[in-house]
């Protein structure tokens, strides 16, 4: 363990539906060329929102459903229930297995937390998106392909360390989580061109480990 270890989230089960049925169907809102679903539960939220949102520039799959859990992970309804549950549909089971090979190799590859302290009771997550997918290009109300900041950390960390990383880079403030999300965390999501958004990563993530290391400090 130790201050910037990788937080690594694990897949904790997924499934394929080739051919929902139409009362399910509608209650989601599918499109009538959505036939097929993957669905998908993990440990970390974040990480699974970032690796949906890939899933769609992989293949042609749209996010449909994506919530995270209240309280998060330790206090998960079951052992497979995880942070979150996700949603893929596509026209055809090829295309929703295709959705979620991309969707679990991001999260076990790419989309990881790491920790502030050395006892990896502070994580936080400062991910830069090079292009963003549908999902996330919806949720920050940009073109598709944008490269955007995924800003995470607990509560005061995040809200100081945004602040931070707006003021250290061309971006701008798509999206707040105001403090708490249904986890108790908080982000945001800021856009502008690659090295900026990996600019206002690196300020968020030099922010965070300053709070983690000296939580009293403000003058």
């Known amino acids: 363990m130790g201050i910037l270890e990788p937080i690594k989230p694990t897949i904790l089960a997924a499934r394929l539906i080739p051919n929902v049925h139409p009362d399910f169907a509608a209650k989601i809102g599918l499109k009538p ?22 899933a769609t520039k992989k293949a042609d799959v749209e996010v449909v459903y994506a919530h995270s859990f209240y309280a998060g992970s330790a206090h998960a309804s079951g052992p497979l229930s995880g942070e979150i549950i996700g ?81 250290a880079a061309e971006v701008e403030m798509r999206v707040w989580w105001a403090p708490p999300s249904e986890t108790n965390f908080s982000g945001a999501l800021l856009s502008g061109t690659q090295s900026a958004c990996r600019a206002a990563c690196q300020a968020f993530q030099d922010a965070v480990l300053d709070v983690a290391r000296y939580p009293h400090k403000y003058t």
């Open 87 to 167: 949603i893929l549909a596509g026209p055809n089971p090829a295309e929703a297995r295709a959705g979620l090979d991309a969707c679990v190799a991001y999260a076990e590859e790419q989309a990881w937390f790491y920790s502030a302290n050395e006892d990896n009771s502070i994580v936080f997550f400062p991910h830069t998106i090079s292009r963003s997918g549908t999902y996330l290009s919806k949720a920050a109300d940009v073109p598709v392909g944008t490269p955007l900041a995924y800003l995470i950390a607990p509560p005061i960390e995040a809200t100081y360390a945004i602040d931070a990383a707006l003021k």
């Open 33 to 54: 060329h959505q036939r097929s679903l993957a669905l998908i539960t993990c440990t970390i939220d974040d990480s699974l929102y970032v690796s949906l949102d890939e």
